[in-house]
C-alpha cells in the first residue's frame, strides 16, 4: 500500500539511529522541536565499533543533561600507551596534561551500542521513539522542503517535511539522492575483537602499538575481564583471517593470554569528505558527511559535534529565532573540523602505516624518540590533550564569529573555569543550549540595559586567577553561542557591535 504524502507532519525527518542521528534527534527534541527517526534495520545494532568519547562530546552532552549517564556507564581512561613493535612502552598521564582545561580530563570507553541504547532511552523519555525497519528509498527536493519515500515491512509511505537530515551513515542513500560527491581516499581493512582476558590485571590504559605497516589499539571495557582490539589487516589477502589466526597477535597486544574471543568483526573503511554537507532543505551529519580512521577515535565524536552544531541552529529557524542564513554556517564550521581531522589524526595514522620512508621515520623515530621528548613541556602536553579531545575545535573563520579579547576569539570553544575554591565551573550556566552573555569582572550598565532589553541572559562572573590563566579578559564580555562557542568577544562591552550582531541574523532569544 503506497500513503500519500502528508504535509508537515513533523519538521524534521532524521534518517538512521546511529549516533548522529540520535544525538540530532535530542538536541533538536530539547528545544520542543517535533522529529522523527527512521532507520532500516530492525533494532539496535550490537557489533562492536566506536568506543572512545572525547571530552569535548562530554561538554556538549553535559548541556543537554547526558553527560554524566553515559559516565556512569563507562569507564575512565588516564593512562595512553604507546609502544613500538614490542618495545617498552612511552606513557602519557591523561589527569596530568588535561587538568585545567576540561571538566572531563580523561577519555570515556563505552561500547557504541551501549552509547546508543542510553541515548534511545534519554529521547523515549522526551517521547521520541526511533522508528526500525523504515527505509529511505527515494526524496525529492522542493523549494522549502523534502519530500521523502520511506519503505516499510508492510507498505510505503510518502511524507514532505521541513528538513530531511541524513545520519546514515558511510554508505549515504541521502548523500547518493542528493548528488552529493565527495573524494574518497583509498579503503583499509581493519578487525575488531571483543575478546576474555585470562587475567585482567591490565587496569584502564589505552595502548597503541605500531608494527611493520600494522597498528593496533587496545582499549579498556566497562565489563571487567573484557577488552576491545583494533588494528588494520593486510590488504593483500582475499578474505579476512580467521579469528584463531589472528589469536597470537591480539595475546602480544593484550600482554597476556586471552580465555576467549568472544566476536570478531571485520571493516572496510576510507578517509572521504563530501563536497558539502547541505543542499537546500537536505543536510548531511556525521558519517554520512566524512569518515575518519577508527584508529583515531574521533569519528563518531564529530558526529555527535556535526548533530549539536546543527541541531541548535535547525532549532532557531524552526521557532523563528533566527533568519535561515544561520544554517548556512554549518557546512562552514563543521566541513573545516572533518577537513582539520583528515589533515592531522587521518594523515599521522596513515603516515604510519606508509610503506616508504615516511612510515619508517614515524615509527623509528617519531614514536620512540621524540613523542616522549616533545612531551616533556607542559605547554605541548596540553596541545596533544586538546587536539585528542577535540576542545581545541573553534570556527574563527565561520561567519557567525567576530571579536577578539584578551587570548579569545570569536569562534573559539568558551573557555572552561573552574570557580576558586568550589566544585563549581562557568559551564554550568550553559546548560539547557541558550543563548547568553559572559562578563568576568563587573559589567556596565549599558550592557546590562541592553542584555534586558534583547532577552539575554547575562551571567557575571567574579574575576579570577582561574579567568586569567584561561585566557579570557577582565571586564570584557562575550556572547555565548547555545553549543558554548563564543559567538562575539568585546574587550570594552561594546553594546552596538552586540546590537549589531544580533540584528545581522534576526536573532531573538525569547
Ligand atoms: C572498528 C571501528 C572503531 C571505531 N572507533 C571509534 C572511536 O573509538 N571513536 C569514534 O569517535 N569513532 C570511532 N569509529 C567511527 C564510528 O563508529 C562512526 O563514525 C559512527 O558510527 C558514525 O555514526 P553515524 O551515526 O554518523 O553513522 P552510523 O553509525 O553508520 O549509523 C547510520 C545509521 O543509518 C542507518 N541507515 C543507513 N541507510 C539508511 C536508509 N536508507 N534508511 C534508513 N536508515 C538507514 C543505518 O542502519 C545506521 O543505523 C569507529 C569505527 C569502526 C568501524
Not at 304 to 313: E, Q, S
Not at 345 to 353: N, P, Q, T, V
Not at 354 to 378: C, E, I, M, N, T
Request: charged fraction near 25%.
Amino acid at each position: 500500500m503506497i500513503l500519500p504524502a502528508t504535509p508537515d507532519d513533523c519538521a524534521v525527518l532524521i534518517v538512521g539511529a546511529g549516533p548522529s542521528g540520535l544525538a540530532l534527534a535530542l538536541t533538536l527534541t530539547h528545544h520542543g522541536i517535533r522529529c522523527r527517526v527512521v532507520d532500516e534495520r530492525t533494532g539496535p545494532d550490537e557489533a562492536p565499533r566506536a568506543m572512545v568519547v572525547q571530552a569535548r562530546t562530554l561538554e556538549l552532552y553535559r548541556q543537554l543533561g547526558f553527560a554524566e549517564r553515559l559516565i556512569e556507564h563507562g569507564v575512565k581512561v588516564d593512562v595512553l600507551e604507546l609502544s613500538e613493535d614490542g618495545e617498552a612502552p612511552f606513557q602519557v598521564l591523561l589527569g596530568d596534561i588535561a587538568s585545567g582545561t576540561s571538566p572531563y580530563p580523561f577519555l570515556l570507553c563505552i561500547p557504541q551500542r551501549d552509547h546508543e541504547r542510553l541515548l534511545a532511552t534519554r529521547l523515549a523519555e522526551f517521547g521520541v521513539e526511533v522508528e526500525w525497519n523504515s527505509e529511505l528509498s527515494d526524496l525529492y527536493l522542493l523549494d522549502d522542503a523534502v519530500e521523502a519515500t520511506l519503505v516499510g515491512p508492510a507498505e510505503e509511505q510518502r511524507l514532505k517535511v521541513r528538513y530531511l537530515c541524513g545520519c546514515d551513515g558511510a554508505y549515504s542513500r541521502t548523500r547518493t539522492l542528493a548528488g552529493i560527491d565527495g573524494r574518497a581516499d583509498d579503503s583499509r581493512l581493519f578487525y575488531v575483537a571483543e575478546v576474555r582476558l585470562a587475567d585482567d590485571s591490565l587496569g584502564h590504559t589505552l595502548r597503541f602499538e605500531l608494527g611493520q605497516q600494522r597498528i593496533d589499539m587496545l582499549l579498556p571495557h566497562p565489563v571487567a575481564g573484557l577488552r576491545q582490539l583494533v588494528g588494520t589487516l593486510d590488504e593483500s589477502s582475499e578474505d579476512p583471517p580467521e579469528p584463531e589466526t589472528l589469536r597470537p597477535r591480539l595475546e602480544r597486544i593484550a600482554g597476556g593470554s586471552i580465555e576467549r574471543i568472544e566476536r570478531i568483526d571485520h571493516y572496510r573503511t576510507r578517509s572521504s569528505i563530501a563536497e558539502r554537507f547541505s543542499h537546500g532543505h537536505l543536510l548531511l551529519v556525521g558519517d554520512a558527511a566524512h569518515q575518519h580512521s577508527p584508529l583515531a577515535g574521533q569519528g563518531m565524536n564529530t558526529g555527535i559535534g556535526d548533530a549539536i552544531n546543527l541541531g541548535w541552529k535547525l532549532a532557531a529557524v524552526l521557532e523563528g529565532h533566527a533568519d535561515e542564513s544561520l544554517l548556512e554556517s554549518y557546512t562552514e564550521e563543521r566541513r573545516g573540523v572533518a577537513k582539520a581531522l583528515e589533515a592531522t589524526s587521518d594523515r599521522l595514522f596513515e603516515g604510519a602505516l606508509d610503506h616508504g620512508l615516511k612510515g619508517r621515520l614515524l615509527r623509528s623515530f617519531l614514536v620512540p624518540h621524540l613523542v616522549p621528548f616533545l612531551s616533556g613541556f607542559p605547554k605541548l602536553r596540553r596541545t596533544l590533550f586538546q587536539t585528542l579531545s577535540q576542545t581545541r575545535i573553534e570556527y574563527r573563520r565561520s561567519p557567525l564569529s567576530a571579536g577578539l579579547a584578551g587570548e579569545v576569539h570569536g569562534g573559539d570553544r568558551l573557555p572552561w573555569v573552574s570557580i576558586d575554591d568550589s566544585d563549581e565551573d562557568n559551564f554550568a550556566t550553559l546548560d539547557g543550549l541558550r543563548w547568553q552573555l559572559h562578563v568576568y569582572g563587573t559589567p556596565k550598565m549599558s550592557l546590562v540595559v541592553a542584555a534586558a532589553a534583547l532577552g539575554l541572559e547575562l551571567e557575571l562572573f567574579d574575576w579570577s586567577d582561574s579567568a586569567r590563566l584561561a585566557g579570557l579578559k577582565r571586564d570584557a564580555c562575550y556572547l555565548i553561542r547555545p553549543d558554548g562557542h563564543v559567538a562575539l568577544a568585546s574587550p570594552s562591552q561594546d553594546v552596538l557591535a552586540l546590537k549589531r550582531y544580533v540584528d545581522w541574523y534576526g536573532l531573538s532569544f525569547g
